[in-house]
């Protein structure tokens, strides 16, 4: 495949996929923006910045390098959150593909600074344990270079914590809102639907039972590994 | 009729009801099942596991005999809640189609552990008392046959508790969501309808009074007996 | 105007106003119902009992006398509900027209057995103080005539509290739900659509403010007199 | 350009306007209004009062001067709110858009009597600060002139704060629900979309955390900049 036909790809996909969020809800506005990179080809396909989604057109997702450098001569200006999907593809090898959203829910649990407990099977289908929520950024973070240390601190909630990226695909940034990734952009995008459903979910369940706790570890253990890993046996071979 | 008339209609209604989860706002992406038996034919039809519902055709339908063991070849595979359906077809003899999902509500009580109260007669006219909650698998059970298990600790909770499946036609699994059922698929997505709706209520309503009590036995037994038993006057003859 | 003529617009007003009710998210399945009455051709169509809204047609609609007796033969039966709506058109002499529905919101209050205050112009823009709840029906109640005692109820509790009906054209019946009325089947179910939004937006007002007070007396004045009576400036002439 | 071609397209804004906001799901019935006003033509465009959204059409769009004067004979009532809108744009200067509505979470701040803190970015990104709730109206300035009163609260509450209209487009105004405006009606209506969104996360992120925080200053600081001002980054040059 020539360089050009693999970009027409991503953009295609990087399109739909940005076109995914407000069709499942999760974002108003000009809210939100999905990317997907090619570390052979050495590209990343973003959404531009700040163009409704009404009138956004396949061609205008913007083509970056590896570090983010526009490549396309009279492209659009990126999402400005470019800067923290960078980060995450340098630090994350196995993701492909990395959605931001300010989807109610999840945005409600990011601003209480608080991480997601795994309170059913819901959560345990698609996140492995609690979904973090990061450390505040400093007022020096902010003010030298906001999204890169945005994404820095995303990489270092999960070194920290141990996290593995891949198990728990998806984080809260404190007092912003969600990140999710996925091997391509619809799972990345589908993993931003469930963490949204489960930051609902977790909410009112909390309201129904104050003191409700997480569900025991090895009923996570099952649920998430019916449907990930080599014994994974939900879906189709 | 023949057995493939008979499993081709079948099929239909089983796809039918399946399509009727995400129109109801029931289930996101390929969450939730529906099945039917049919005990003298001997068959029970179920969706596949893991298609989206977009691209889901009547023709994937899972045809399985009464123990679950796949009837057609080069079918796809059933649902991987099969086994749970199965053995809640053996325990309750009255119920024709099992459905279950990951609807929100319902799962925010099946998470804080709680059955459900009869708060009014919106509960009262599909649910004859408190929708209960199983208790939580053990990690035996979870470990050994956790699909089966889980209908094993459904037919439990009704026989340890008394409640007839007829009368409540529905049930949460703690720590994961819902199950309903019914005489037929629709009636069983209905079920499911209505539990959802009542889990919102229910919560909302401790919400607005955090001491109600359940409506009085008398106005259960009208509403519930208004409209099903011998002496039903809702709805046409 | 004959009598067949205008039962027959009687009966595409009580159509489209039933039809109303699904799309306004007011009623799931076949919950709800809208009745008109016409006191000086002493007849009421109401909508048919348990008829799925996407098969009921307009000639469905089910014409009784002012007591609530069938006068066409071969009809369908009405709404279990019929005798309370009877019973209202009675004590109330002014109302042309009834909604019962189970929407989510005003349930919730019916369930918690609270009336709801009137927290802002939303509500005084419709109903002038309180929505009153009904005290809870008796077991002989329930027993005897429980459609007609729940008419009995509501009559009851505006004539004991000194509501005028007309001002506040809505109640909630104790553990069971709202009803609202107004001069037309369209005037009825917009006031069934306020009447959600209050209660909800009531009940999330109490959750941002836990002592969140009522609007004070002129300003509920100003709202609900801006809108009704003879110095009544909203709308067009 | 023609003041009659002007007026045209003012009427076309406005209308377009008034419609976005039943689809964005901010306003029902007939409640919700948006106007504009160009200061050097002298006139105000502004929604007729009481019409249904789905007959209302671009020519009942009703013209008055910049102070409330009806300018077209024979034209419909204009909304009753107008001489609120009149009130702000006389105080405002740089606001050509004023939009009321009803909006459910708006609403449940403003009945509660609460400014709306800032919780997160989503909220920074449009309003830098703390979203104002006005004082409550005294009965005298109630009966004296409702609505010109309503307005003068709201520039006393900007004037009393110190807070900068420009930078904080909207406003609760006690008891009743939000104002937004912008420099367009399409800016107006999305500060409306926003302030609704951040007055729901608000109040779900206090049941998630009730002793959540506002962000810090630098926060707010780097949002709201990145979007506004000579230094803005975000969407297209």
């Not at 198990?167 to 469930?194: D, I, R």
Request: aromatic share 8%; proline share 5%.
């Amino acid at each position: 495949m020539t360089n050009k036909t693999l970009i027409e790809e991503m953009k295609a996909r990087v399109f739909a996929a940005n076109l995914a969020l407000p069709d499942a809800g999760l974002v108003k506005l000009t809210w939100g923006n999905v990317s997907e990179i090619n570390r052979e080809a050495g590209v990343i396909v973003i959404k531009p910045s700040g163009i409704p989604y009404n009138v956004m057109r396949v061609q205008d997702m913007v083509v970056t390098d590896l570090s983010g450098k526009l490549l396309e001569e009279g492209g659009l200006r990126p999402s400005s959150d470019l800067a923290t999907h960078v980060e995450l593809y340098k630090a994350f090898k196995e993701m492909n593909s990395v959605v931001h959203t300010h989807s109610k829910n999840a945005v409600t649990w990011a601003q209480a600074g608080r991480e997601i407990p795994a309170y059913g099977t819901t959560h345990a289908d698609t996140f492995y344990g609690v979904v973090p929520c990061t450390r505040q950024l400093t007022a020096a973070e902010v003010a030298s270079a906001y999204e890169l240390e945005t994404g820095k601190v995303i990489v270092e909630t999960f070194i920290d914590s141990g996290i593995d990226p891949l198990a728990v695909p998806g984080v809260l940034v404190y007092g912003h809102g969600p990140f999710t990734w996925g091997t391509t952009p619809q799972k990345a995008v589908e993993n931003s639907v469930v963490l949204d459903e489960i930051a609902e979910m977790a909410c009112v369940t909390e309201v129904v039972n104050t003191r409700v706790l997480p569900i025991p570890q090895y009923l996570l253990d099952k649920h998430f590994f019916r449907k990930h890993g080599i014994n994974a046996y939900y879906g189709q071979k």
